[in-house]
């Protein structure tokens, strides 16, 4: 099933329709034409799923803060508060990929958007390209951990464990990161000062223009906080938050005169077409899922993982490889969809917390989007590029950013109080 849907996504064929036709091929091999219901019974539940409304909407509320240029006034703003410091730019990348990440939730959005808005601000300042290229698709990537994740959705839908709790959890791990990655920025600068130097005094905003500049970003950060505040403390449910964060969208692109009803129209069409990827994506892998389990391909995989030397720890192992190598290969929900179902249950049986093992999943799964051949952020930042940057260069760049998260995943792994005490604080 894996070669036939890997030959399937070297022709071309769209991920989504390479999982539902493998998984519908091998019904009709193993279990005759009646088994093509898999299908059907797959987009039924998919579609029935509460959990799940979450996604259009919190696409809907990212597409709406996009429209209003907050991103590129995220970005305004930090930067000209950060004119002093070495590597300055660099660190406001990373900081301004994780509200992107908080409004978005969609890790293409920030890899492109960053691309775009920041890319040629650091070639400006004459930024050593690698650090500036990783930095970018390191940033951008971390909508993947910082909540309202699309991804901790799905994975929440799909193996129980409550969204709110892996909210919280991707955010004590994203903290975690976003401080490795500053801290790494910092050390590369004062090492090599022509790498990431401060603006030139004559370059630096002023105090007036600072505080402009952060005025036009204060609603939408007090708009994040409450629908995370409100998902956190059990308030809301994240569907709940995540209506709640298109309605206050709405107001704040109507009181700001940012928001018209034609870009409200068009985001909804939007919404709609990326709304209908995503669920595309869900019910192919549902069909691959439905079946891969039907053929035994849980149990194998299982009795891998419980034949790996070293017990637990070697379970553990194997699981975080598992990802990584499919991380190389699949888009991340779809991703999700097949491998959580099948390595969930391993690790929990192996005596792991659910909890940490789902925020630790979704830290594999960003250093995937890293990963050489085919990590997917390489290739966001290459179309957001074009010509003017080699993809050789942008798999340099991805280096010590996905040694810096190997880091990440051993402390979270030695240390799991790190990314627990925050769901075990809300919800005792």
């Known amino acids: 099933m894996f070669v036939l849907l890997l030959i399937l996504l070297f022709l071309g064929v769209p991920i989504a329709f390479s999982l539902a036709f493998t998984g519908v091929i091998f019904a009709l091999i193993m279990w005759g034409y009646d088994s093509t219901a898999l299908f059907t019974s797959g987009a039924w539940n998919i579609m029935n799923n509460y959990t799940l409304i979450a996604i259009p909407l919190f696409i809907f509320m990212s597409i709406l803060l996009e429209k209003s240029n907050i991103i590129a006034d995220l970005f ?35 890899v492109i958007g960053l691309g775009l808005i920041a890319l040629p601000q650091m070639m400006r300042y004459k930024y050593d390209e690698k650090l500036s290229l990783g930095s970018i698709m390191a940033g951008g990537t971390l909508g993947q951990l910082i909540p309202p994740s699309l991804n901790m959705v799905v994975y929440g839908a799909m193996t129980g464990v409550s969204v709110s709790s892996l909210f919280a959890g991707g955010l004590s791990a994203g903290i975690i990161l976003i401080s490795f990655f500053i801290i790494y920025i910092l050390f590369v600068a004062y090492k090599k000062p022509n790498s990431a130097p401060a603006l030139a005094k004559e370059d630096r905003a002023s105090m007036n223009e600072k505080m402009k500049s952060t005025k036009s970003v204060i609603l939408p950060l007090i708009l994040i906080i409450l629908v995370l505040g409100s998902i956190f403390t059990g308030i809301s449910t994240p569907t709940e938050g995540a209506g709640v964060g298109v309605i206050g969208t709405i107001l704040i692109g109507i009181f700001t005169q940012r928001l018209n009803w034609e870009k409200i129209k068009n985001s909804m ?94 830290l594999v799964l960003q250093m995937a989007f890293l990963t050489p051949p085919f990590g997917f952020a390489i290739f966001y930042l290459k179309s957001a590029v074009g010509e003017k940057v080699k993809i050789g260069r942008l798999y340099n760049a991805t280096i010590p950013f996905i040694l810096i998260q190997l880091i990440a995943i051993i402390i979270i792994i030695l240390l799991p109080f790190t990314v627990t005490w925050l769901p075990n604080l809300i919800s005792p």
Do not use: C, H
């Open 76 to 110: 305004d703003s930090v930067y000209k508060w950060s004119g002093p410091l070495r590597g300055g730019l660099a660190i406001t990348v990373i900081i301004v990929g994780a509200i992107v990440g908080a409004i978005s939730g969609v890790v293409a959005a920030g």
């Open 269 to 362: 069409f939007e919404s709609g077409k990326m709304t209908g990827m995503v669920a595309w994506i869900l019910i192919g892998a549902a069909t691959f899922s439905a079946v891969f389990s039907g053929v035994g391909g849980n149990q194998l995989v299982s009795q891998l993982a419980s034949q790996a030397p070293g017990g637990k720890w070697g379970v553990l192992i194997f699981a975080i490889a598992f990802i990584i190598l499919l991380g190389m290969f699949l888009e991340t929900m779809a991703l999700i969809m097949l491998a959580a179902p099948i390595i969930t249950p391993v690790i929990v049986e192996a005596g792991f917390d659910p909890l940490w093992w789902g925020v630790l999943f979704m």
